[in-house]
């Protein structure tokens, strides 16, 4: 079996036992190629309501959560219990630490990364969502950041705290509001590299896979560059003197 269709199935095996054991299920947390996957799933499955769900808003990492359709509980109520969230704290006197080094520290210890959600970094240290079950091991083993000797705690969902995002604003202008015009603009890559990114699956737009270049974009639309970041397409419209249309992107920093 491909990567792809052992994903796919440990999906719809998290789908059939809601809809055979009639109680809610979910999958682990999946990136926006694995959401894709998901949702398809979703798509063909009988009987059992299905949406996303990582902790927050805007969450990238996000996890597939299955409701019997005829159980008459809101997504809330569902999802209460399917995370929780690692607090790290640094010391006083510390160099601040990158999410990369966060990510590190937990593949060291063996965890794998459909347990982990997004790593929300702050210049204090960072929350972590993580699926129920691990925290005890991580409270246990997780003592160093790369260099860092760190603290950490288990705290309540609702205590959750997400960094403000600093952003800059793009003004450019585009032949076209498709896919790969607006990345080119967003993460200032050639025409030619983003529709490459595009199609290799590195492109979500509004949580969700898109392998077309070709694609329309629409205002408000939000979209991530797997290693480059997070942009949002604020405003379009307008035309310059050559007929391009002028658009406003929000890219955060």
Known sequence: MTKDEVISARIEDR???????????????LDTHEQALA?????????????????????????????PRDI????EEASEG?????R??????????????YLGSLLGLGIERRLTGDILVRSDGADILIVPGIEEFLLNELHRIGPVEVKTEAIPAGELIVPEMR????????????????????????????AEAIRKGLVSVDHAECLKPDAAVQEGSSLVLK?????????TGGESRKGRIRIVIKRFI
């Open 15 to 29: 789908i059939s036992q809601c809809r055979d054991g009639y109680y809610v299920t979910s999958t682990g947390f």
């Open 39 to 67: 949702i398809a799933a979703s798509r063909r499955a009988a009987g059992v309501r299905t949406f996303m769900y990582g902790g927050y808003a805007e969450a990238e990492r996000r996890m597939l959560v299955c409701v």
């Open 72 to 75: 008459p509980i809101s997504d």
């Open 82 to 86: 399917l995370l929780k969230v690692l």
């Open 88 to 101: 790290v704290k640094l010391p006083a006197i510390s160099r601040e630490l990158s999410h990369r080094d």
């Open 167 to 194: 952003a800059e604003y793009i003004r450019d202008s585009v032949s076209s509001v498709r896919l790969d015009s607006v990345v080119s603009s967003a993460f200032r890559l050639s025409r030619g590299k983003a």
């Open 227 to 235: 290693g480059k970041g997070k942009a949002v397409l604020e405003e």
